[in-house]
């Protein structure tokens, strides 16, 4: 047994921690999503081929010849957001610098969120990070506008032309507003959530903005990131949960809202 050891050279190491390593990113990127049933589904068909070539029942290994032939378009078809938002968590640098971004930002945004959820008036705030929003943008008006309680209050009212989708923030600003998200197509969400909270888990599952949600119809304020949603009780809960998101390095900075907002 030993002997075999023998042969083993530190790439061969290397090649199985990359390995593995790609193995734990796939499955932690269809964790939880309708992929994870694919998978097993073509699971049992590749069993059904080995078992039909090693039984040798030719009608049926010609069936599946022929199917599992066409079983790389077939996986580019069906996992073709989980590829998008792989190729997006790959492509993403590291190194990348973000602005930093005053209290008194984040602050309007809190203050925006409770005041509307407190009325009864729905809202989508989706916060760019590192993967550009360019493509969910194209539905929406351009803005880039300072951002202020007062605006963002305006654009959710029921009467505003701009109210219904999503309001983009980006590098601090308010970029767009009355912008289309996709909608996740997760068949484990609770059915209780309308189309407003599965746009916003539909965006997060594809890319890593971070989107704030206010229920006009529970009045509930929730944030959603990487496909997963967070009631959230009361302004320290909001501010603290933000914080754990966007808050990097040093926590004693005199700047402590780092890497919020999303700049690039
Ligand atoms: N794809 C979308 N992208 C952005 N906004 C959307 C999208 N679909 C719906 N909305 C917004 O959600 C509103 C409808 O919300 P709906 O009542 O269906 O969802 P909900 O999750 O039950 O929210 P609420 O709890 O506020 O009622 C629309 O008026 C629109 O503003």
């Known amino acids: 047994m030993f002997e075999s050891f023998r042969y083993f050279r530190w790439q061969d190491i290397l090649d199985i921690l ?3 390593f790609i193995i734990h990113q796939l499955i932690s990127i269809i964790r939880g999503t309708r992929s994870v049933q694919m998978v097993v589904g073509i ?21 599946m010849q022929n199917f599992l032939s ?19 968590q790959v492509g993403r640098s590291p190194f990348q610098k973000h602005i930093e971004i005053v209290d008194k930002q984040m602050e309007e ?11 009864r008036i729905g809202a989508l705030i989706v916060i760019e990070r590192e993967t550009s929003l360019g493509d969910f943008i194209e539905s929406g008006f351009k803005l880039d506008a300072v951002l202020t309680k007062e605006l963002l209050i305006s654009i959710f009212m029921p009467a505003s032309p701009l109210h ?7 590098e601090g600003r308010i970029q767009h507003a009355g912008c289309i998200l996709p909608l996740t197509q997760n068949p484990y969400i609770n059915k209780r959530y309308g189309t407003r909270h599965r746009a916003a888990i539909g965006l997060t599952e594809e890319t890593d903005a971070v989107v704030l949600v206010v229920s006009e119809e529970t009045q509930e304020i929730s944030i959603v990131r990487h496909g997963a949603l967070t009631t959230i009780e009361d302004e320290i809960g909001l501010t603290k949960s933000l914080q754990a998101i966007f808050m990097v390095g040093d926590s004693s900075s005199s700047q402590p809202w780092k890497n919020w907002l999303g700049g690039k």
Do not use: P
């Open 70 to 88: 066409s079983i790389l378009l077939i996986v580019i078809i069906v996992f073709q957001q989980d590829i998008r938002r792989a190729l997006t």
């Open 18 to 20: 990359v390995v593995a």
């Open 109 to 119: 945004i809190i203050r925006t969120l409770f005041y509307l959820a407190k009325r």
């Open 43 to 63: 699971g049992i068909l590749t069993i059904i081929y080995f078992l039909a070539s090693v039984l040798d029942l030719s009608a049926l290994l010609w069936v």
């Open 164 to 170: 219904d989708g999503a309001v983009l923030i980006s």
